[in-house]
């Protein structure tokens, strides 16, 4: 399995709060993004990142913001958190644009 | 818009019987992945394919990609219960690797 982690992996928290959730990689890899998996949307992406500091909005992006400090680790960070942010957040990895991507254990988030 | 579409959406199957899955992908690409997912769990990536023509095979499963159909197809032979979970395709067309996913078909195999 890709040397993926994710913190934390069950969160509850309420609205207007600000959130950060991490994603840590061991396997050295270029690309990584995060999603939101909600049930009868698949999944669809937040944020990606194609190097440190360098990243760029998916398709949901609104109300989210990332950090790409280093290699090994993209942080998600929900600004104020809404109930409709409620949901299960998968980060990603890749070793290029063509790879496919592994997934991390993913983070479940319940805003109240 | 960019849309892939899934169909079936659900999918009961008999073990033994054959079965395939229908990815539909709005963009010119050529590149498409299909992922597996079981009950609350994370996705597993079970093929790539990068060309049109290209077939990959695993065990029961079995993915080719038609570029010029814009259509993938997952074919299940002789279907076991250990195959129950959702399955995903997702297009690779958009850049820096950003994928655009079905919205999965769940695949129940019942004896």
């Known amino acids: 399995d890709a040397g993926i982690t994710q913190s934390p992996r069950h969160k509850v928290t309420e609205t207007g709060t600000p959130v950060t959730l991490r994603c840590h990689q061991t396997?050295?890899?270029?690309?990584m993004y995060w999603y939101r998996q909600d049930p009868g949307h698949g999944l669809r992406l937040i944020h990606y990142s194609y190097g440190v500091k360098d990243t760029d909005k998916g398709e949901v992006s609104d109300g989210y913001s990332v950090s790409r400090s280093k290699t090994e680790d993209f942080l998600l960070t929900l600004e104020s958190a809404t109930s409709s942010q409620t949901s299960v957040y998968f980060c990603a990895i890749s070793g290029s644009s063509v790879e496919t991507q592994y997934f991390g254990p993913g983070t479940r988030l319940l805003v109240l | 818009e960019l849309k892939v579409e899934q169909n079936p959406l659900f999918l009961s199957m008999q073990e033994g019987k054959n079965y395939t899955i229908y990815c539909n992908y709005s963009t010119t690409s050529d590149r498409l992945y299909w992922y597996r997912q079981d009950p609350g769990k994370s996705l597993e990536s079970l093929f790539v394919l990068l060309s049109n023509g290209a077939v990959k095979q695993e065990g029961r499963l079995m993915a080719s990609l038609d570029t010029k159909a814009r259509l993938s197809t997952l074919h299940i032979t002789a279907a076991v219960h250990d195959l129950s979970a959702t399955y995903f395709c997702a297009d690779g067309q958009r850049s820096q690797g950003n994928l655009i996913f079905g919205k999965g078909t769940k695949l129940s195999v019942k004896p």
């Open positions: 396997e050295n890899h270029r690309y």
